[in-house]
């Protein structure tokens, strides 16, 4: 499947095709100019959030040093609370990225009108609109105002807008009805062809809620002929999924109606929920996926937002065959002071079982001086040990780089010329020590989650690189991998609530009327001792 035009070239491979169950494949993206050298992403793979268009904690030279992150996606009501937005004032071939500091030849970047990670109530969408949250409250984003927004900022993908409603769950039959019937005319409209414009890379989210029957109307609108206005609107197409480059799936919208489902009537709550190494919903949701995937074709990409562990990723590749995943949740652990540290496959298993991470605010961590993750080390690394693999991240392996360091779009790499010669390499120092972030993050040094985000893409980036080694070259292992994974690292989550538990005792810390806490603190640890005083 291919999509492309005088500016790019968007492609999908599938190596090991496979309608439901895991599955590799490769995305190439491939724009004409000074960046012409194509993108590669494997899958599965890692998709990584933004706030306002920008990686939380990471400056510019920050994600060009990292090669975990390739795709970025942008929800764009951030930038609603102007009208136009800021984005779309921005001139040249690649307004999108000069606008917001990534590379061309070096990321993809995705548009959508919503967070996929924001499930908090909202208005009802209209017949002409969706509600979304800006800075300065809600807005309505019309197709028409969301098609010229995507022309004039140019992303590389674009998600269509999809009457996925906010509301206070249930929905109704009728409701449902609407929201197929709102996106697939939604859906059409971004695909509609006009002379002289690109034609877009278009992801569509897959409507339908909790209703297995509903979704999969939904997925045969996609695949059905199209006769009369309707065809005449998108011609040349015959269907709407020819020109669709892949299917989306939210699952925050899922899981609370899933919720309240559950709270009408508790017998509809799946037995897994009580079983800590099967993710909350996660047998509930499955189904509901493969009713949308059903009639579609297996050769387009298959994307999944709002995962909340390694746990639930892997239940999605073996279950269902997902090949991206968004990187919010590894994202947020960074916020909270989590260290990822967790590996696929599993090089030595254990009957002990850990948690995938380490919660670097608590005060064990205040004199220790191992690197951040057991299961990595640094370029340099004390450990003489090859079969260790090697952490990429400024913490694990800190340099000095071999030229200047660039913050602005105006970089010689833009012009064609190289930013450093080919034959320099940079200084790489020892790893940052679990001691050190404890440190920062205790006086609220932003460095410290600087280090962790860095740090967590990188865990997570090759997570997914063992995932595709273990299909390409041992399928027939898979299932016991797997169980080896969920058997060694707990499934539970408990080191996010806890680091969550730390995070605020810090943050409240330095907030108004700290004295009067700190001697609250002071007098409670005191009390019952005897304190000796001078007569």
Not at 109 to 137: A, K
Not at 280 to 295: C, R, Y
Not at 499 to 528: C, F, I, P
């Amino acid at each position: 499947m291919s999509q492309s035009s005088a500016a790019a070239t968007f492609s999908f491979s599938l190596q090991t095709p496979s309608r439901y169950g895991p599955r590799i494949g490769n995305i190439l993206y491939r724009r004409t100019g000074p960046s012409s050298e194509p993108i590669q992403i494997a899958t599965p793979g890692i998709l990584t959030a933004t706030s306002r268009g920008v990686v939380p904690h990471l400056s510019r030279d920050n994600h060009r040093a990292t090669n975990a992150i390739r795709w970025v996606n942008v929800p764009f009501e951030t930038f609603l609370e102007h009208n136009p937005p800021v984005p779309t004032l921005q001139p040249g071939l690649n307004p999108l990225h000069t606008f917001l500091g990534f590379v061309p030849g070096k990321h993809i970047l995705s548009m959508s009108g919503r967070d996929p990670y924001d499930g908090r109530e909202m208005p009802p969408n209209g017949v002409q609109h969706i509600s979304v949250n800006s800075l300065r409250g809600v807005r309505k984003l019309s197709p028409s105002d969301w098609r010229s927004y995507v022309l004039s900022c140019k992303p590389d993908i674009v998600f269509a807008l999809s009457d996925i409603p906010f509301t206070n769950p249930p929905y109704s039959q009728k409701r449902l009805t609407k929201s197929i019937d709102r996106s697939a005319t939604w859906l059409s409209a971004i695909l509609r062809p006009a002379e002289g414009e690109r034609p877009l890379n278009v992801l569509v989210h897959m409507a339908g809620g909790t209703s297995a029957p509903a979704r999969k109307a939904f997925s045969d609108s996609l695949v059905e002929k199209l006769y009369g206005p309707e065809a005449d609107a998108v011609a040349p197409l015959t269907t709407l999924d020819e020109a669709v480059a892949g299917y989306s799936f939210d699952l925050v919208p899922l899981r609370q109606s899933l919720e309240v489902s559950e709270k009408r009537d508790p017998r509809n709550a799946s037995p897994t929920d009580l079983n800590p190494v099967i993710p909350t919903h996660t047998e509930q949701i499955i189904p509901l996926v493969k009713a949308s995937l059903t009639p579609l074709p297996e050769t387009k990409p298959r994307l999944i937002n709002s995962t909340e562990s390694p746990h639930e990723i892997l239940h999605y590749i073996s279950s269902v065959g997902i090949d991206l995943f968004d990187a919010h949740w590894a994202q947020r652990a960074a916020d909270i002071g989590v260290a990822l540290d967790f590996e696929f496959p599993v090089r030595s298993a254990s009957d002990e079982r850990r948690d995938i991470g380490h919660n670097l605010y608590d005060e064990q961590f205040t004199y220790d001086f191992k690197p951040f993750a057991d299961a990595f080390r640094g370029v340099i690394s004390e450990e003489d040990s090859s079969s260790v693999p090697i952490c990429h991240c400024l913490a694990c392996s800190p340099f000095h780089p071999p030229s200047r360091i660039y913050h602005g779009f105006d970089t010689p790499e833009h012009s064609g010329t190289p930013i450093r010669d080919p034959e320099s390499a940079p200084h790489y120092k020892p790893h940052h020590t679990r001691a050190y972030i404890h440190h920062l993050l205790h006086t609220h040094e932003m460095s410290a989650h600087t280090f962790l985000v860095m740090h967590n893409l990188e865990v997570l980036d090759a997570f997914f690189a063992g995932i595709r080694s273990v299909i390409a070259e041992r399928p027939e292992a898979w299932t016991e991998e797997v169980e080896k994974f969920l058997q060694k690292y707990d499934g539970s989550l408990k080191v996010f609530e806890a680091a969550k538990a730390s995070w605020k005792a810090v943050e409240l810390a330095r907030g108004k009327g700290r004295l009067a806490r700190e001697k609250e603190k002071q007098d409670e640890a005191t009390l019952g001792t005897v304190i000796e005083t001078d007569d």
